[in-house]
């Protein structure tokens, strides 16, 4: 717990001098600022808002409650800052009505927020409710700002902060026009929607109203939090609506173009949520108005790495239909995503490479994506992230979705071959990645330009991998589309020579192929044998393994399979 320095010593010293001459001075001091006050313009100019014109006489008990209070802040702050006695002195320093003692209240709480380290008693979030409704504008700012910091240390639980009361008193103060009080309200309201009973809570308390009404403030600060709260409003759905309802979209999609990096990255980000429910592209991206579209795509090439990141997941949400991802492709996407895969950020890399793969999952796309440049980009990419499970996953699928295209032949001769070959080395059998990765692989190895691509890297570790792969059959897919790959490159003399020091577990990953319940693994299994029973070699290592003997078993079933089915044929035709 820290020590009250010397300044605020004093200040409390003042305090406490000012408490024992109240007494006689206090009606004079009344009379004084009555007539001061009422000689003022701003009471003639409008009446309506004038404030309370009084300060009410200090009671007996309030006095020697300020003393005590005093007393314990100069002597025992340090042993007891929560204990019993300094709670029943806040309690009535806050609920009095006099400014000055609510002031000294509202101080002990923004000094506390400042140094405790322990969560606060539920007790002490009583004082906050007579503190945030009160008509004095630094007590206003004080108590706030305090809720603000306990709230931020995770000294206060956000749920019990709702359930004692002091939502309404937070969100009142979102229509205070005093710009430091509505930025510690929003930055209060911001912190507790990230519960989701709490988002409901302030749904049903109409918060989003006020709120979206700051999102056009003009202190950069009040903007930040307002929008900052709308985005952790927008993980609920019921809210989305309301949003919708309410005119926010056009205000969000305004905030884009904000010069403030922070909006820009809260809106997006809302926009990203709201994206995220379809039912919403049709207000998004209203026919023959495309503004949205355009400025989230001017937004990749922003200099701050979270802006265009959040920008590549809001057109992600936003590309569902083939016209929405022509329109993207359309409108010069794809050399700003080309740049982003370059980028020294994990996450704008991950965001870029996910976009492309849901633009490449569109045949009329494929072909203006399938270009020398953005290939390029995809085989440097593999290259230098072959071990991150999220970059070599999409990338194969594009590879893979891309080879469908007309320009297939750039990829063979781009760098991205090579690159899929090398993350097989790099790549855990337990990650998803390494099944598109195979995948890929073997769609490729059915193209004859492609498959002399592949056979021109192939060394000694890849032929390793590829068998090692095949044998993991408890793995279905990395191990069938590695036997397939395996298939595929058998009639080149480079590829048998590498095979043929791995005899023994290409037998052994054939006989489990050939007892396999699926029928693709059988086939597979039999066709490698038949191709590879040419060799001499493998020819006399079958015969000595009586791979011949386990054929004539999967034929006989066959044919007892066979015998079944004309049977049962037969019956249906009676």
Known sequence: MGQLCGRCIQLLRDFMAFVQRMSSNLVQGIKECLTLISKCSCLKQNSSKARQLYKPILQPHERVTAQEFLQHIETGFEMSPLGKDPLEALRTLAFSENPGLQQSAALYYLHMSQHINVPLPVEHLEPFYALLRSADLEVQQMSSLSLVNFLLEGNIDKELVVQMGLLEPILDLLESEDPTVQCNSCACTMILAV?????????????????LSLANSYDPRVQQNAVGAILNLTQSEKIQHVLCKEGALPVLTLLLESPDSEVQYYSCATLSNVAANVQHHEAMLRPGNRFLLRTLISLLSSSVDKVSSQACVCLRNLATSADIQAEMVAEDVLPKLCSLLASGSEDVRHASIALLWILSQHPHNQDT?????????????????????VIVGHTACIIKNLSLSKNRQRIIESPCVEGLLQTMLSTDTQEDSLHYVTSCLAELAKQEGAMLCMVQWMDEPLTKCLVRLAG????????????SIIQHLIGHEKMMLLLKSHTREIQAYLK??????????QQLGISTFCRLREDPEFSLAFR???????????????????????????????
Request: glycine letters at 4%; proline letters at 3%.
């Open 512 to 521: 489990n192929f050939l007892t396999h319940q699926e029928i693709r693994f």
């Open 472 to 483: 993991q059959v408890e793995h279905t897919e990395p191990s069938f589309q590695a036997a």
């Open 195 to 211: 519960s989701e009973s709490n988002r409901e809570a302030i749904g049903a308390a109409r918060g989003v109203t006020p709120l």
């Open 544 to 574: 000595k393994s009586q791979m011949a003997k386990l054929l004539e078993q999967v034929r006989q079933q066959t044919e007892e399979t066979q015998e079944l089915l004309r049977a049962a044929i037969c019956h249906e035709d009676s």
């Open 369 to 389: 994506l399938a270009c020398v440049k953005l290939l390029q980009s995809l085989g440097m990419l593999l290259s230098a992230h072959k071990t991150d499970p």
